[in-house]
């Protein structure tokens, strides 16, 4: 199957693991799987939960200058990484949206995916001041 054209929300988690195998990187919400050239990131819904198994409610796939996406907003890579400044937590995320995804030591730090296939996420004070963007770029 080519599952690049056959890829479609709805499917259940276990079913995007056997395809891929083990995610090169996981967050809650979001798997990031790497196959030959190609990065895959499935957005997995607390919402989208049936019989306790989570299913696809986004995707997005980078190869080389290729991209595709379906029901993932992607950011701009260049604007949010020049941010400069500092301001709070809710100002970052009511201008970015809805994460894709949250990361965090017993607090939720926003991660997004950007349209250079690369994961963003805000640096925080222990205040909830962004202060900068780092990024985690799997094409490597």
């Not at 195998?21 to 050239?37: E, F, H, W």
């Not at 607090?107 to 900068?132: C, F, M, N, W």
Request: glycine share 10%; no cysteine; charged share 30%.
């Amino acid at each position: 199957m080519e599952f690049e054209k056959d890829i479609l929300t709805g499917r259940e988690v276990d079913e995007i693991d056997a395809y891929f195998g083990q995610p090169a990187g996981s967050y809650p919400g979001l798997n990031i799987y790497k196959k030959d050239d190609t990065v895959y990131y499935f957005l997995f819904g607390d919402n989208e939960k049936e019989e306790g198994k989570s299913r696809v409610t986004g995707y997005a796939w980078f190869s080389g200058e290729k991209k595709l996406s379906q029901g993932v907003r992607l950011l701009d890579r260049e604007r949010v990484m020049s941010q400069n400044g500092e301001r709070k937590i809710s100002e970052f995320v009511s201008e970015y949206g809805r994460p894709h995804a949250d990361i965090g030591n017993g607090r939720a730090i926003p991660v997004y995916i950007t349209e250079k296939g690369t994961v963003v996420s805000p640096v925080l004070t222990d205040r909830q001041t962004v202060t900068g963007v780092r990024e985690l770029d799997l094409h490597i």
